[in-house]
């Protein structure tokens, strides 16, 4: 389809179908799409924003992430891709109205309105470059192994990167002047690294040699982005528990993208839904979800679930992840006179207790228990993900769960500068905690489950 020109000539359309105007935007108005297919064609960096939603925010989201088409949907969703929707349709279908822009239009249910990005917007960040994964062995078979290559005379990091990025695969490799692009898979699966020298030799050498250098393209592993709700209400109502300052969002995330169903909240929380978690504006209780956060540990909240995955984390590092959500917010950090004020010893003396309490209510209450270690899930990702996909009863991939591995992060890493002491803890609040510490260590073990990981404390 041919592309229609700068967008800010396109104030007529405002008069059909009552669709709003058009405002001026750095990208070039693509077209009207179709997006009510079963496999979505834009499926890269979604988000969502129930308030603010602009089409600058929405390409510059995918400019960023170096995606060539930028797609509004429903007045407060973005989708990002280097493929156009296969299905066109009238420009008036595309009606709703931008959330955080009057006059614009972003798509609407089922429709995309979809920009050709440019360039970034003028103090927008900069674009994401590709990331050094490691010198690897090269697969047995290249060619089943690596779908995409390049070959040209002195091939740059940048050129690959580039050349596979815009074929949306997450993987460049390269090996002398030869530019591979993939997945990782079970016979690429990225887990036996090299030494780095045996890359680093000239490209005749390295051409000859059987190791590859591995880069992480700025564009996602979309094969497990696509998620919906449960087709049928699920007849086991599941827990995903954990104290504040756990993982529990971050498990979320590795949920969601390893069996493609959204999770659900006990709690609704914005700036989450914003990041992707449709499942937050959900009822609790809907049951269309595959699992449901919660922090509450009394009796009557634990028995209203059948089953529950239990998410320890080293209360160390919880209330410190803790405290700064509460200052913060999800990514942020609590500033020098937080810690230093009345504010941080208060709030480890309330909430140590309750990171003990919260453990031995469910291990008392719950009906039936998966206790997984953050620290364990850190460490091993896969196999504990397959142990916690397994306990949920749903069938996953190997290829899907190396899709997850290789987007593990999702956008849950905290931006700025730790402003704290990296041990803000008295010796006081430490005999405090290692006593809950040793505590939970013990329940567990009375329970038949496995104590605490080796680096909580005390051992």
Known sequence: MAEQGRCCDLGALGEQGGAPHWKKSLGTYV?????????????????YDLRKMTVSHCQDACAERSY????????AECYCGNRLPATSVGLEECSHECKGEKGSVCGAVDRLSVYRVDELQP?????????????????????????????????????????????EFPLAILRGWECYCA????????????????????????????????????????????????????????????????????????????????????????????????????????????????????RREIEMFDSAILLIRNPYRSLVAEFNRKCAGHLGYAADRNWKSKEWPDFVNSYASWWSSHVLDWLKYGKR???????????????????????LNVSVSE???????NNKEGSFRRRGRRSHDPEPFTPEMKDLINGYIRTVDKALRDHNWTGLPREYVPR
């Open 31 to 47: 077209g009207c799409f179709s997006d009510d297919g079963h496999e979505r064609t834009l499926k890269g960096a979604v988000f």
């Open 68 to 75: 060539v088409y930028a797609g509004l949907e429903a007045g």
């Open 123 to 167: 103090g927008s960040r900069k674009r994401r470059t590709a990331t050094y994964r490691g010198c690897f062995p090269l697969p047995e078979n290249i060619t089943h192994a690596f779908p995409s290559s390049l070959i040209q005379a002195n091939v740059t990091v940048e050129t690959c990167s580039g050349f596979c990025s815009q074929k």
């Open 183 to 298: 997945y990782p898979t079970p016979q690429f699966n990225l887990r036996d690294a090299m030494d780095s020298s045996l890359c680093g030799q000239d490209p005749e050498a390295q051409r000859l040699a059987e190791y590859c250098e591995v880069y992480q393209t700025p564009v996602q592993d979309t094969r497990c982005t696509d998620r919906r709700f449960l087709p049928n209400k699920s007849k086991v109502f599941v827990a995903l528990s954990s104290f504040p300052g756990a993982g529990n969002t971050w498990a979320r995330h590795l949920i969601e993208h390893a069996t493609g169903f959204y999770t659900g909240s006990y709690y609704f929380d914005g700036t989450l839904y914003n990041k992707g978690f449709k499942g937050e504006k959900d009822h609790w209780r809907s049951r269309r979800t595959i699992c449901v956060k919660t922090h509450e540990s009394g």
């Open 369 to 391: 228990l998966l206790v997984v270690h953050y620290e364990e899930l850190r460490r091993s990702l896969v196999p504990t993900l397959r142990e916690m996909v397994a306990f």
């Open 399 to 405: 290829e899907r769960l190396l899709c997850v591995e």
